[in-house]
Structures are given as structure tokens and as C-alpha cells.
């Protein structure tokens, strides 16, 4: 009798091998496993900055060779409102803004900029360094992901347009220079999520492309915001 009952174990722990071994393979071969559902809930929402950041075609940088500032005519009037494009972003994005008198508050002469990129306020003075006009996606980036193919027409929609313009701080905008998000964020953590989700829209925009660090940075960030929808000016 014992040695049936031992038998009959051993029966049992055979079969219950057995049915763990088909079933790992049936999901193997049907798509059924742990991590396919995993991937499955991971999907982006759509109408998400992560959602459209997977629109982008991924691929290293092309030369630098060629780039020029001044292939970028920026600080013009594309909207013709009578503003230059400088002037139409500070009007945006500082407060207690004082015009220049006789220019049609085209000219600011100063006011605060509650800056995104240090969460800190900067007083605006017209002709001192405090306070720049940052191109979100850094001009001489842009040329190493596609601009450089562009007429000086699309150069100039680009360099002007006010979804990729921002009043910030001139030390943090010197800090980043032509960086991606691969290599620069602002320090200010708080505005990572709308950062990069206007770089995204902006390439998404004007069809740029993102390189392989660049897009798993902006992931990264995205993961701690990932129904954070883009912005659109």
C-alpha cells in the first residue's frame, strides 16, 4: 500500500509537469504570455505625446556640414501682424509688460517671465542678457535631423514659429546650446513633461526625426505624465 500511495505521487507531480509545460507553450505559440499582455497595456493612448513621439521616424544625426544660423531668417513677421516673432513671443509669455511708446505694443521694453525652465521669475529689461527666445528644438539640431534638406522658406516658417519659441531664462538657454533631450532637460522637473512634449510636436509638425537616446529619454520622462497631451502653440 505505501508503495502505491508513493506511485500515485509521483503520477500526480508527472501530470502536473505535463499541464504547466502545455501551457507555457500554447502561450508561446498563440501570443498569450505574461509579457505580451504587459506590451498590450503598455500601448500609448492616443492623442498622447507618447503616442505621437512613436510616430517618429528614429535615426542617427547627418552632418553638421553647412549649417548656418543665417539659414534660419528668424525674428521676422511671418503672421504679419506688424510684430516681429521676438516681440510676439515675449508679449505671450512674460506679465507687466511695459511697450515701447508709438510701435503698436510691438516692442517690449520690459516686464517678468515666470521662466518654465527654473521656475523662477527674471525681470525683462530691453537690452540686457537676462532673458532669451529659446527654439525648443535647437536650430542647428534641427538641421542634423532633416532641416537641412528644407527650401528657405520652410527654414523660415521654422525658425519663427511660435509653438517651438520660448521666453526662458539666457543662462539655462546658453546651458542647453543645440542640445536634444538626450542631453539636456531643465532643471526645473516640473516642466520636463511639457518640454519634451513640445519638441515632440514640433517634430511631428515639420517632420523631423528623433535619434535612438534622444527618443528613449523623452520615454523616460513621458512615463512619469503618460496621458500628458501636446501642446499646440
Known amino acids: ?10 503520477v500526480t507531480r508527472s501530470l502536473t ?9 500554447t502561450g508561446l505559440l498563440t501570443g498569450t504570455s505574461a509579457t505580451a499582455t504587459t506590451t498590450s497595456q503598455s500601448t500609448p493612448k492616443k492623442g ?11 535615426k542617427g544625426k547627418a552632418p553638421k556640414t553647412g549649417y548656418s544660423r543665417s539659414s534660419f531668417s528668424h ?9 516681429d516673432a521676438r516681440n510676439d513671443i515675449l508679449k505671450r509669455d512674460l506679465i507687466n509688460i ?4 508709438d510701435t503698436g505694443e510691438c516692442k517690449v521694453i520690459s516686464g517678468v517671465l515666470n521662466d518654465p525652465y527654473s521656475g523662477t521669475s527674471i525681470q525683462f529689461t530691453l537690452g540686457k542678457s537676462e532673458v532669451d527666445i529659446d527654439h525648443v528644438v535647437a536650430l542647428s539640431h534641427a538641421w542634423q535631423v532633416g532641416a537641412f534638406q528644407w527650401s528657405d522658406a520652410k527654414r523660415l516658417e521654422f525658425a519663427n ?3 517651438n519659441l520660448l521666453a526662458v531664462s539666457a543662462r539655462l538657454n546658453r546651458q542647453k546650446g543645440d ?4 542631453t539636456w532637460l531643465p532643471p526645473a ?14 517634430k511631428v509638425k515639420y517632420g523631423l526625426w528623433v535619434t535612438a537616446p534622444e527618443k528613449a529619454q523623452i520615454k523616460r520622462v513621458l512615463e512619469g505624465c503618460p496621458n500628458f497631451s501636446a501642446p499646440t502653440s
Open 75 to 83: 525674428w521676422r513677421d511671418p503672421d504679419r501682424n506688424g510684430c
Open 179 to 182: 542640445g536634444d533631450a538626450a
Open 98 to 101: 511695459v511697450f515701447k511708446e
Open 189 to 202: 522637473k516640473s516642466y520636463r513633461c511639457a518640454y519634451v512634449s513640445r519638441q515632440v510636436v514640433v
Open 1 to 10: 500500500m505505501k508503495s502505491a500511495a508513493i506511485r500515485g505521487r509521483r
Open 48 to 58: 498622447t505625446t507618447a503616442a505621437l513621439l512613436d510616430t517618429l521616424v528614429v
Open 17 to 25: 509537469t505535463i499541464t504547466l509545460v502545455l501551457t507555457i507553450s
Open 161 to 163: 514659429d511660435p509653438t
